[in-house]
């Protein structure tokens, strides 16, 4: 599979596309309604929320009155839609929680509408039936509403290709916080003092009492040769260019006790 192809296959893609078909349905019949009147005659009329905007008639009957706050129907995807587009000024965490919060809104206004519309089918005694178009609507946000609350538990990446390796792991680990708020790493580390591995959590070094880093261990440095300037990668022992040993840190030493510099009388032998 190709590149492109892989990063097209994501969660924040799926989320886009289900706002781009959550748009369309906006315009989509999501409502029938059936009428009898006389004898075996039957009516229909199929509604989409688009139309409650103007009111809806039904054999010079009132059947909703204009609605207004039907555009919520529309606004709400169309903010679910731009909002995977803002990563630039959005991270990911505010990404999710405003997803999440579009989605159940927007599910919440469906199920609503739905018993308006039957209460007020039944007013003019006619009996109303959810099309596919409403179906379809509530499946969509429930897809939407689960990515959502999975990106918020950190279950899956919004940015990471469904096929790469171990998808449902790529939530990152717990981080420990330390008293003045610094975050600790979750995962063992080794002491830059000492190298002895500190297990998670701790703060210092069980072994000199060093602090924690807050992330893994410090990789070493690359070093230049002091015999022809060439750079020398990091854990070589010698000089790639001349083979002149990596001369290693000088350690500072303490400082030694003075020798004793009393001396001992010698014997003199007189002839």
Not at 46 to 54: D, N
Not at 77 to 87: D, H
Not at 154 to 170: N, R, T, V, W
Request: proline letters at 6%.
């Amino acid at each position: 599979m190709s590149k492109d192809v892989k990063s097209f296959l994501n969660a924040k893609n799926v989320i886009r596309l289900v706002g781009i078909l959550l748009i369309i349905l906006f315009f989509v019949p999501s409502f029938l309604v059936s009428c009898t009147y006389s004898g075996d005659d039957v009516t229909s009329y199929k509604l989409s929320t688009f139309k409650m905007l103007t009111g809806v008639t039904i054999e010079g009957e009132q059947f909703l009155k204009p609605a207004i706050g039907a555009i919520i129907f529309l606004l709400l995807p169309v903010a679910i839609l731009v909002i995977t587009f803002l990563k630039k000024y959005l991270s990911n965490m505010i990404m999710s929680i405003v997803i999440t919060a579009c989605s159940a809104v927007d599910f919440i206004a469906w199920l609503v509408l739905s018993s308006k519309v039957k209460a007020g089918a039944a007013e003019i005694y006619c009996e109303s039936k959810p099309m596919f178009g409403f179906v379809l609507n509530l499946l969509l946000l429930l897809v939407v509403l689960a990515g959502g609350i999975l990106s918020l538990l950190q279950i899956i990446d919004l940015d990471k290709c469904f096929m790469e390796p171990g998808y449902l792991s790529a939530a990152k680990k717990p981080t420990a916080f330390g008293a003045n708020g610094a975050a600790q790493s979750a995962t063992p580390v080794v002491c830059n003092s000492c190298g002895a591995v500190i297990p998670a959590g701790n703060k210092f070094c069980n072994s000199c009492g060093a602090p924690a880093p807050e992330a893994g261990p410090t990789p070493a440095a690359e070093t230049v040769c002091a015999n022809c300037g060439a750079v020398i990668p990091a854990g070589n022992k010698f000089c790639n260019s001349c083979g002149t040993p990596v001369s290693a840190p000088e350690a500072t030493s303490e400082t030694a006790p003075a020798a004793n510099t009393e001396s001992v009388p010698s014997e003199n032998t007189e002839a």
